[in-house]
């Protein structure tokens, strides 16, 4: 999604560098203290303005000192980038402001995982400018045309003029210029590239684990076991392709057709579809969100409020892209392991549905796995085949979901049981029915009947506690368990209190 961008003014803090730029319209400019420069230190910058991304650890950074006497443009960037542990992926000359600028891109590791930094230096008037825009490796493609959008449009209030022509930016390797001792210390070993390297999109034959589909076979030992233990069953293969290692596939819970690559396993157990990574450091649960028309930010805001409510101190970050809204959660742990959750957005062809791709990971595979789960949202569209589930009823929930929960309504709750559990033979019939309580249990709640909602509140747990302890897998358990937690924490909210604690 393009990003809102809007004309902004800095006036100057220091040595009349009052600038204006284009910069996205909701993002925060952070009031700086008053401070006095003291640029004693020869890697010191005085800040001119910080700029952040209201949900993302995502900054633009404005700030400036004096230049050095000796060495040029180059020499001082790599000095730089070095001295604040930067490792340049590309570099080259540019113009900012109408002055001949230096920019690239660079990388730096942080607690948050590997951070791009894009960066600008230019000399106008002994005044030596940079600018950077930082952003988690996983948004950084996504907003890059804020960045762009910046350089194209940043002017000085009071421009001087640089000492550097456009030819003097970039070093002629035969004739070297000198440099100060302390700036030559600090330069790069390697030659600087004048443009970057545009890396290949990922296909979904950089995911493949195998040559073939034999891991969405029926037969295969893996999906037997899974179909035997009622977790779910394989979806429909409807096409593959050698060339590319992927198969199509449509599944029903989801009620649409997408592709997977290779070697991975996908289960649909009616009410959501799995894909699973047979390493067991991955899985992309999709499903089905309601949502009142397009308002994706109030659906993400739901997410992150349960997210901040079950865990201590997550990291949330979103990004737009490709269609795609999404909300990112770091610093979690499911039975100690650290983890990583991406709730991913995307259109869906039923109407006040958003489909899903809930991202579960590893750190190390964080990159990977969201880029996988773009592709399969992507690919995502009407089956080609009416799907051979009972049909939707007019709320978009299936017949036999509707027809439980008017058991319900007349108490008859046996009933409404057996048929959820006849109707989705496999694991999700635990969790189907502990909705079902959870339903029971506001509409009693809402008519002042204390103990039925009580009694409700308690057949709700026991079931999502059965559903989480029908795991077969280590990744599954952790994948069901969160599912669990994340229940009972709603469940807990709804109630008004835990009657448990």
Not at 155 to 167: I, N, Q, V
Not at 196 to 206: G, L, N, S
Not at 213 to 234: E, H
Not at 334 to 361: C, D, F, K, S, W
Request: charged share 20%; with cysteine.
């Amino acid at each position: 999604m393009p990003i809102d961008l809007a004309t902004r003014t800095f006036p100057s803090r220091i040595a009349e560098l009052g600038f204006t730029a284009q910069l996205p319209a909701d993002w925060i400019a952070h009031e700086l203290p008053p401070e006095e420069p003291d640029f004693a230190q020869p890697t010191t910058f005085f800040p001119l303005a910080i700029v952040t991304a209201p949900h993302a650890v995502i900054v633009f950074a404005f700030a400036a000192r004096p230049a050095f006497d000796d060495g040029t443009l180059h020499d001082w960037a790599w000095y730089f980038l070095n001295n604040n542990g930067l490792t340049a992926r590309a570099i080259g000359p540019h113009f900012v402001a109408g002055i001949p600028a230096l920019v690239g891109e660079a990388t730096q590791p942080s607690e948050l995982g590997p951070m791009v930094v894009r960066f600008a230096f230019f000399e106008d008037g002994g005044r030596l400018v940079n600018i950077t825009f930082t952003a988690p490796e996983l948004l950084a493609d996504a907003v890059r045309e804020a960045w762009f959008a910046m350089l194209g449009s940043f002017t000085l209030e009071t421009p001087k003029g640089s000492r550097f022509t456009a030819e003097m930016v970039m070093p002629v390797p035969e004739q070297p210029k000198a440099v100060d001792p302390d700036i030559a210390a600090h330069e790069a070993p390697r030659p600087a590239e004048e443009e970057p390297v545009a890396k290949p999109d990922p296909t979904f034959a950089d995911f493949a684990f195998a040559e073939t589909t034999a891991s969405l076979d029926q037969d295969n030992k893996v999906n037997a076991n899974l179909r035997d233990k009622g977790i779910g069953l394989v979806p429909k293969v409807i096409a593959t392709d050698d060339a590319t290692k992927c198969a199509t596939l449509a599944a029903g819970a989801i009620v649409v057709q997408f592709k997977v690559p290779y070697g991975w396993y996908v289960i649909d157990d009616g009410k959501r579809t799995l894909v699973l990574d047979p390493k067991d450091e991955v899985q992309i649960n999709l499903d089905l969100l309601p949502m009142t028309g397009e308002d994706y930010d109030a659906v993400l805001d739901q997410l992150e409020a349960q997210v901040r409510a079950d865990y201590q101190e997550p990291e949330c970050m979103r990004a737009s892209f490709n269609l795609i809204h999404a909300l990112g959660v770091r610093n979690i742990a499911v039975n100690g392991e650290p983890i990583e959750q991406y709730h991913m957005l995307y259109p869906h062809h039923m109407e006040g549905m958003a489909l899903r791709a809930r991202v579960t990971t590893t750190p190390q595979r964080m990159i990977g796995a969201c880029n996988l789960a773009e592709l399969i949202l992507v690919s995502s569209e009407i089956p080609s085949q009416p799907r051979e589930a009972a049909a939707p009823a007019a709320n978009n929930m299936p017949v036999w979901w509707n027809t439980a929960v008017a058991l319900e309504h007349k108490d008859q709750l046996a009933e409404a049981e057996k048929l959820i559990r006849d109707s989705v033979p496999h694991l999700a019939f635990a969790s189907a029915i502990a909705d079902m309580y959870r339903l029971r249990m506001l509409r009693l709640k809402a008519a002042g009947d204390a103990a039925g909602a009580l009694a409700s509140f308690k057949k709700s747990r026991e079931f999502i506690f059965m559903y989480a302890g029908m795991a077969t897998s280590g990744g599954e358990g952790a994948a069901l368990s969160l599912e669990r937690d994340e229940f009972r924490a709603q469940l807990v909210a709804e109630y008004g209190s835990d009657p448990e604690a």
